[in-house]
């Protein structure tokens, strides 16, 4: 499993290049005296005349009405139609920071949160250029939409920008009628017919004939994800499913995977994505949706997801509805598909719908045989905006593949291969575009199902100390069928960015291996805490992993993680687990925080309990899980709750729910106490930046002052236990507590009763 490639998360790169300076007909101005209604937004220039296919820059300023007061920090959305202009690329200016990566969405909107750690300005600032591409003979509008906010150093909240002034633009006569060259005369695109995209040409016309049917697989072997990757943090199992017609071999387990796309945001904890170039995912309106980005270059680009936790290695079956697939400047070159495959693509069977509406569903697949790709139509025509449910089973070493046209005449199958392949991999949902020169384009999907015998976690991990605390031996189960163990061991206190996956560090007691035996003996560090967590290997196929105790070696026996001793309140005690944002396992000055805890019943009545002591509890989805308990004497109510917890830096939450995922906007609560079970609030984090006040402490609010003290402190670079601006509990003053703050801002207020 050496030869596992990480699922990396893309970042934009931006860079710190100075920008042109326009100021021209009086969108910029630098006015006397300072108000909220004289703030202004400008991208400039205002007037811009470019070409179809040409890259063009634009510079976004903020006024903040006056010469003399200075811009703190600010947040913005860029809209644009991502129909007639492509985003290429942001460069940050006048050392401002981009705290977070703007990403183009539905819409095209391009979201910025920025501040400064150096020396602020004033007046007009320019704060990032950003350059796009003309997808054809068109023009429009690039402007910051509503709601932009300003933070100005000294005013204790943010400001609304007043008036957004636009960018008009242009691209060879701004959508009129272009002078160009007519292109031959050609209705289909046979490779005799094809030709080049040249910008002199006028706008293809609509193409009636049938293009003739010419597929290259999804994702082929050079460029495509593997299945999900060996986590650093296991996932456990998502349900406990009925077996069905699936019979699962010993040392695998059932399990199954659902998500129809109902909540507000994609699940990144849930699936693994993969999206070189700039390939995104957003979800909204019930769907989940794949974005590619345009490209002159010859390669391909693509756009993958797949299913967290469900490396198949026996029988399966996925199913998921396939629904608008769309692109830019009525150019078509990309393919949508569900595909199985092994970890090299030597195996593989795939159902697509291909880049012309009249070659219909495709059904491809890795020959055995022949060592190459074949690909087969289904003869059923099928519109790039028209949604068709599609499946894929396998049983022994049969598969099956199948489509839905959602017609009332429920699934016909299109193809079936017996004696295909028995072994391991996986299942991803891909968006390809084919070049050269291809255009944006985005899919959607929803109701995504996947039933799957997958391997079985390892059980009983034990952990033993030597004498000397300089070793320990760590022992499971064996797990029937299993080829191998993926075994890691992370000392904590030594994680950081510079480490594989953020905690195997090079020349350390760190452990990353795959192991043969169920027993293993490694040396440690005595006096210090580990973590450990073991996958079960099945060939190509990998358990969602399991973790052991955590580990401290001081003498002969393993210490597990404290737990608080229970109170002996004969009424009984409420326990709960919770997250803090940004506080990642293993922050070692964010043990023993203390938080507020207010119970409320009756919608009115409350009491509250100071100095809560929490306590890790490990690792939740990479962050630290807390948990603390409080009596219930005097508590007049056993249903009906509501729980306020306020942590010391953060703003306080209510929890209405157990198991709650969001913000919980009812009067009172629906919690009904029950003795000795614990509540899980660590499903929705409590915001961070709430340190100061008018009176120099915490006050209820996330405002402009509590920006100021974090900005002056992180400036500071301050290592070292007990700071007030630490907002993750890392042990230093960094940019990502400002980045934490300015998350809370758009909430500003904790929530109250």
């Not at 917890?645 to 029950?674: C, V």
Request: glycine share 12%; proline share 6%.
């Amino acid at each position: 499993m050496s030869n596992v490639i990480k699922v990396l998360t893309l970042v934009m790169l931006v860079g710190a290049l100075a920008g042109g300076v326009y100021l021209v007909n009086g969108n910029v101005q630098f006015l006397g005296k300072a108000s909220q209604a004289e703030t202004s937004s400008s991208v400039l220039p205002n007037i811009l005349n470019t070409s179809a296919g040409q890259n063009f820059d634009v510079h976004v300023w903020l006024n903040t009405g006056n010469d003399t007061d200075k811009l703190s920090g600010a947040e913005f959305t860029v809209k644009f139609d991502p129909h007639k202009i492509g985003f290429v690329s942001a460069t940050e200016q006048n050392g401002y920071t981009i705290l977070n990566s703007g990403q183009t969405g539905p819409g095209g909107n391009l979201t910025y949160k920025m501040v400064t750690l150096g020396a602020e300005k004033s007046g007009a600032v320019e704060l990032v250029k950003l350059t796009f591409k003309a997808l054809g003979f068109q023009s429009g509008s690039i402007v910051v939409g509503p709601g932009a906010k300003i933070m100005i150093n000294g005013q204790p909240a943010t400001w609304n920008v007043a008036t957004n002034n636009p960018s008009n633009y242009s691209a060879a006569g701004g959508g009129g009628a272009p002078t160009c060259v007519p292109r031959p005369a050609c209705l289909n695109e046979t490779p005799a017919c094809k030709m080049p995209e040249l910008a002199t040409y006028c706008p293809k016309p609509t193409e009636t004939a049938t293009p003739t049917l010419t597929v290259t697989p999804t994702l082929p072997p050079a460029s495509t994800p593997t299945p999900p990757p060996i986590s650093s943090t296991p996932t456990p199992p998502v349900s406990t499913p009925t077996p069905g017609s699936i019979s699962c071999a010993q040392g695998s387990e059932l399990k199954t995977f659902a998500d129809d796309f109902s909540g507000a945001a994609f699940d990144t904890n849930k699936w693994w994505s993969w999206g070189p170039n700039g390939g995104s995912v957003a979800q909204s309106n019930g769907q989940a949706t794949l974005y590619i980005t345009s490209s002159t270059g010859p390669d391909s680009n693509g756009m993958g997801i797949g299913p967290g936790g469900m490396s198949v290695s026996g029988d399966f079956k996925t199913e998921v509805t396939l629904g608008n697939h769309t692109n830019t400047s009525g150019k078509l070159t990309s393919t949508f598909s569900i595909t199985f495959a092994n970890n090299d693509w030597t195996r593989a069977v795939q159902i697509l719908k291909n880049y012309g509406d009249s070659s219909g569903l495709i059904i491809g697949w890795y020959d055995v045989g022949t060592t190459s790709w074949k690909n087969e139509s289904t003869n059923v025509p099928v519109g790039h905006n028209t949604p068709v449910k599609v499946k894929i089973e396998r049983a022994g070493g049969t598969f099956k593949v199948s489509f839905d046209m959602l017609d009332g005449n429920g699934y016909k199958l299109a193809k079936q291969f017996d004696n295909y392949y028995t072994g391991g991999g996986g299942v991803s949902i891909g968006l390809s575009n084919w070049g050269p020169d291809f255009p944006q384009a985005s899919a959607s999907i929803d109701n995504f199902n996947m039933t799957a015998c997958v391997p079985s976690n390892p059980i009983n991990l034990k952990a033993t100390c030597s004498a000397d605390g300089t070793q320990v031996t760590l022992t499971w189960d064996k797990v029937t069928n299993a080829t191998q163990y993926a075994l890691r061991l992370d000392d904590i206190s030594n994680n950081a960015n510079t480490c594989q996956d953020g905690w195997a560090c090079p020349n350390s007691t760190d452990v990353l291996a795959d192991v043969a035996s169920n027993t293993n003996t490694y040396n440690i560090l005595p006096n210090k805490q580990y973590n450990w967590w073991i996958h079960t290997l099945n060939g190509e196929a990998i358990s969602s992993g399991v973790g052991g105790a955590a580990i401290n070696c001081v003498g002969s026996v393993a210490t597990e993680t404290v737990v608080p001793t229970p109170t002996t309140d004969p009424s009984g005690v409420l326990k709960f687990k919770t997250i803090f944002a940004g506080v990642q396992a293993g922050s070692l000055c964010a043990e023993n925080w203390k938080a507020t805890v207010t119970v409320l019943w009756g919608n009115a009545q409350t009491k509250i309990f100071n100095n809560v002591l929490l306590t890790d509890m490990g690792n939740s989805d990479g962050l630290m899980q807390f948990s603390g308990q409080i009596p219930m004497a005097g508590i007049g109510s056993s249903d009906g709750l509501a729980v306020f917890i306020k942590g010391p830096r953060q703003l306080q939450t209510k929890y209405g729910i157990d198991g709650q995922t969001g913000y919980y906007n009812k009067a009172g609560g629906e919690i009904s106490w029950q003795n000795g079970k614990t509540y899980d609030f660590s499903q929705y984090a409590n915001l961070a930046g709430d340190v100061t006040g008018p009176d120099g402490v915490p006050d209820g609010k996330v405002d402009g002052l509590d920006f100021a003290y974090v900005k002056a402190e992180v400036a500071k670079r301050t290592s070292g236990d007990k700071l007030i601006a630490d907002l993750n509990g890392n042990c230093q003053l960094e940019s990502q507590d400002l980045s934490l703050l300015m998350v809370a801002m758009s909430d500003k207020m904790e929530q109250l009763y």
